[in-house]
């Protein structure tokens, strides 16, 4: 085949204990899925999940044990983190029922779904599209994959972050108000999943903002932790 200039490389991540990588196709990313979160962004109850996308690209994923470097993005001055367990699909399928979810799940990962909260909020309130806030370079740093026979229960797992060594968010992957296998019902029937999509599930309570210089370090329990710094 030939193209009118190089594609662009393939978007990855690594892989635990593997000099393979994982080939990211989508990344499909969960709304409001902590009740405490939804609390704190003006919400309440258990209403139908929702979803939005980051393009495979805003993927930054480590390289050796150094921290993810994020530049400081442009047009905000209100950078938010939002830890969350990210779930690669491996086997796709479309209208999957939860009770075989767990079978399309290659691994998990801790990821960032970093947000221009000012921009973000400047868009609901005109009722337009948030892609501005969520979908720009370097908004997902999302740490090595580990393979789900790895992972151990993820479904009881421990969830944090922390900034300059600070706790900022802290819960557990229990609280989810969509669980993973109920999750990926849901968003099967309005896309067709593919092996290498990823899903970020959603953040718990304590998003807030940082600056460049700072460090954030979040992790799952029984999952390589991620840290970011993030940069001028």
Same mark, same amino acid.
């Given at each position: 085949?030939?193209?009118?200039? $190089?594609?662009?490389?393939?978007?990855?991540?690594?892989?635990?204990?593997?000099? @393979?990588?994982f080939p990211?196709?989508?990344?499909?990313?969960?709304?409001?899925?902590?009740?405490?979160?939804?609390?704190e962004m003006? =919400?309440?109850?258990?209403?139908?999940? =929702?979803? =939005?996308?980051?393009?495979?690209?805003?993927?930054?994923?480590?390289?050796?044990?150094?921290?993810?470097?994020?530049?400081?993005?442009?047009?905000?001055?209100?950078?938010?983190?939002?830890?969350?367990?990210?779930?690669?699909?491996?086997?796709?399928?479309?209208?999957?029922?939860?009770?075989?979810?767990?079978?399309?799940?290659?691994?998990?990962?801790?990821?960032? @779904?970093?947000?221009?909260? @000012?921009?973000?909020?400047?868009?609901?309130?005109?009722?337009?599209?948030?892609?501005i806030g969520?979908? =720009?370079?370097?908004?997902?740093?999302?740490? $090595?994959?580990?393979?789900?026979?790895?992972?151990? @229960?993820?479904?009881?797992?421990?969830?944090?972050?922390?900034?300059?060594?600070?706790?900022?968010?802290?819960?557990?992957?229990?609280?989810?108000?969509?669980?993973?296998?109920?999750?990926?019902?849901?968003?099967?029937?309005?896309?067709?999943?593919?092996?290498?999509?990823?899903?970020?599930?959603?953040?718990?309570?304590?998003?807030?903002?940082?600056?460049?210089?700072?460090?954030?370090?979040?992790?799952?329990?029984?999952?390589?932790?991620?840290?970011?710094?993030?940069?001028?």
């Amino acid at each position: 085949m030939q193209f009118a200039f $190089p594609p662009a490389p393939q978007a990855s991540l690594p892989i635990v204990d593997s000099t @393979d990588r994982f080939p990211v196709h989508r990344i499909y990313c969960v709304g409001r899925n902590y009740a405490e979160h939804a609390k704190e962004m003006g =919400f309440t109850g258990r209403e139908a999940p =929702f979803f =939005f996308m980051k393009p495979a690209d805003a993927v930054v994923a480590p390289t050796g044990d150094a921290p993810v470097q994020m530049p400081y993005p442009s047009l905000t001055s209100n950078l938010h983190h939002e830890i969350e367990l990210v779930v690669a699909i491996g086997k796709g399928g479309k209208n999957i029922p939860a009770s075989e979810a767990f079978a399309h799940i290659w691994g998990y990962a801790v990821g960032l @779904d970093m947000t221009r909260r @000012d921009l973000q909020n400047e868009m609901k309130k005109q009722g337009r599209p948030w892609c501005i806030g969520k979908a =720009f370079e370097y908004s997902a740093p999302i740490g $090595p994959v580990t393979p789900a026979a790895q992972a151990g @229960d993820i479904e009881q797992a421990d969830i944090w972050l922390q900034v300059n060594s600070q706790d900022r968010q802290r819960s557990q992957i229990g609280q989810l108000i969509w669980n993973i296998a109920e999750t990926i019902e849901h968003l099967s029937q309005a896309w067709e999943l593919q092996p290498g999509d990823l899903i970020m599930t959603g953040t718990p309570e304590g998003v807030g903002a940082v600056q460049v210089g700072d460090l954030l370090e979040g992790g799952v329990t029984g999952l390589t932790a991620l840290r970011v710094s993030i940069t001028a």
